[in-house]
DNA sequence: CGAATCCTTGAACACCTTCAACAGGGGTGG
DNA sequence: CCACCCCTGTTGAAGGTGTTCAAGGATTCG
């Protein structure tokens, strides 16, 4: 998602510190000021991936939690009949691998959809820090509760939405996602194909490309190949079917 | 979910404390022996509830976190079209109340399927404890990564599966958490309505009814009422599109 | 015991999938 | 730098699965 926003240099677009879900782990309960010196005990190393190189295979042993700064990411289950079900879509600022803390395996692979760049995090330096400065288990609490709502409303969408409603429900939740780190989240590209978007929302490719041509014709979007512009959020929201202003799901 | 199982008094059945996901905080890591004075400082009271009755509303002030003792609850939003997405059924032995830390406010209600027993947790007791004992974090963290992982394959089911497929998964993903929770996986009582299922598989209540009936016909379980009997786990396994012993979610 | 809820079954229709064919683009290699 | 090829996206047509609407019958629980 959203890299090369007329970038010259054609980079992906990266978020600061400060907005990064991470940065919430340093900020001391009730206190403004972040402890930088604690970020920096927290994070292992950079990592730097390809388009289309894969961060870690389903059922890897979980090493690293891992924090988006620039590019995106899809992560994606392997199913019996061999097809894959993509689980969730990854942005700056975002972070990963929450889901195999239970059984310190990775149930999931993760795959850049771009140039990506990662923050490494061992989960036991963050726990070492728990013991020590008091806000950090809260706040990693607070994260994974945010998860668990943002399953709950895509949840919703699935069983209830049926393949307008789930498309819009998605492009305002990337939206939302997007402009909560700070970026234009009335225009910017999709990372992910079609047919990404299809096996993540339980809709047929061929059906998010005609939604898409529909979409525009009513002038609730622009969309030339991924570069999308919101031209009516009011109006998107309304097949959402969610109140005008609120995220969908995520 | 479970209740009277051929018990004279019609009781629901009940889990031991061993049992129940909040035991698991207090078994300090690596050691087998419970920390029994853990636990109880940290259960602040029972609660009893009718069938019926909420547990809480949503957008009600988060101020405990409940485990299931006995009878079973479900959890669901409130949409803006007047209707309720139902986002989870709650067996003995279970947590609810994780997707509430965030936001400090309940996203969903819960209400009793039947009378239903509860333990109530305040989440600052948790805390405190978890500065004191070094398990405890870790253990809610594994707890909440395990609460990821179940959403996530109900997402897969959601997004992959049809009708058949979707009521196969349910019925092991049930057969499955109650045999955990060392009651009889094979035969048990649906202590929610055909429409709680259908609302909850994104199905229309008669479509469930219907698939009763066929399943039945096929030999796969018999039902009478709510009275559930799984005569082919091998049959549904396969239906459900998973390796037969393997949970398709939860 | 009785009212309300829940369950079952039937028929028509709508939405979306599947299959198929084609067009466009971007990346790679010559 | 151009050409080629594969992947991605678009569009059309047919068919299936599940929904919706409707009505009758059973059960549960207070």
Redesign the pocket.
């Known amino acids: 998602m959203n890299l090369m926003p007329a970038n010259p240099r054609g980079d992906a677009l990266s978020v600061a510190c400060q907005d990064c879900s991470l940065f919430q782990l340093a900020l001391p309960v009730g206190r403004d000021e972040p402890d930088w010196a604690l970020l920096d005990r927290v994070v292992k190393r950079r990592r730097l991936l390809e388009r289309g190189e894969p961060l870690f295979q389903p059922g890897d042993p979980f090493l690293f939690l891992y924090a988006v700064k620039f590019g995106s990411l899809k992560t994606y289950v392997s199913l019996p009949d061999g097809h894959d079900q993509i689980t969730g879509f990854h942005l700056p600022g975002e972070l990963l691998g929450l889901d195999a803390i239970d059984g310190e395996v990775h149930p999931c692979g993760a795959r850049a959809l771009e140039p990506t760049g990662l923050c490494e995090v061992p989960l036991n330096r963050l726990e070492e820090l728990g013991e020590l400065v008091s806000g950090v288990q809260r706040q990693m609490l607070r994260i994974m509760s945010r998860q668990l709502l943002h399953d709950q409303r895509l949840q919703t969408v699935l069983c209830r939405q ?3 409603e789930r498309l819009a429900a998605f492009l305002l939740s990337l939206s939302d996602r997007l402009r909560g780190r700070g970026f234009d989240g009335d225009r910017f590209r999709l990372s992910m ?3 990404d978007i299809g096996n993540y929302l ?6 998010v ?2 939604l ?2 529909r979409f525009e014709r009513a002038g609730l979007l622009a ?1 030339e ?2 570069q999308l512009r919101l031209l009516d959020r009011q109006g998107l929201a309304a097949l959402a079917g969610v109140p005008a202003g609120t995220t969908p799901f995520r």
């Open positions: 049926n393949a307008d194909t079609r047919a339980g809709v047929a490719k061929e059906t490309s005609r898409f041509t969309i190949h991924r």
